[in-house]
């Protein structure tokens, strides 16, 4: 996806979210902790968020990560590097579904990169298991060091670290609502 065509898709979605739900951006901005000033310039498509602010945003509405960047209602094909986070490839493998609250993303890794989450909503937990390399995941206030075949599960209303170890690391992301 160019990155043209990212900012008009988050846009278009944040702006549709914020609308059904009646916020205003600074009740949005209170709820995410990014600024009515962001904000504003994501929904007008002069920025393109990171993948931390996107994350922000998106447990500041109680909605899914995965939704932001998927081109339809269907997508587990997509699979983007992020303009601003090019170390960073997201890949829905099931979308968000309303039913079971789920999301399943692959998430690779690239080039050591390290990537900071800020919390989910309480009561959001994630499962980490990693395909492809080695992760460190830094959660309760302690590194762990996951190898290929490791897994994790915690609670993510909290700040998390991914970590990767090798020039390449894939894992995939479940994350429970």
């Known amino acids: ?17 914020r609308k059904d739900r009646g916020l205003s951006l600074d009740a949005l901005a209170k709820m995410s902790g990014v600024s009515k000033a962001m904000l504003g310039q994501i929904e007008r498509q002069e920025s393109s968020p990171t993948i931390s602010t996107l994350w922000k945003i998106a447990s500041g509405l109680d909605a899914s990560f995965s939704a932001f960047f998927a081109s339809g209602p269907d997508d587990r094909e997509h699979s983007d590097n992020f303009p601003r986070d090019p170390d960073m490839k997201v890949k829905a493998i ?12 692959e998430v ?11 919390p989910h909503a309480p009561g959001v937990i994630e499962h980490v298991y990693v395909t492809e ?12 060091d996951l190898k290929c075949g490791g897994s994790l599960r915690f609670h993510a209303d909290q ?19």
Request: charged share 15%.
């Open 1 to 17: 996806m160019a990155e043209q065509e990212f900012k008009q898709h988050i846009a278009l979605h944040l702006k549709t979210l």
């Open 133 to 144: 390399g080695a992760l460190s995941l830094h959660v309760d206030g302690a590194w762990h």
């Open 108 to 118: 690779c890794l690239l080039n050591f990169h390290e990537q900071q989450s800020d």
């Open 94 to 105: 099931f979308p968000y579904s309303a039913d079971t609250r789920i999301e399943v993303m």
């Open 159 to 177: 700040p998390h670290v991914y970590k990767s170890t090798a020039q390449t690391t894939r894992f995939q992301n479940i994350i429970c609502y």
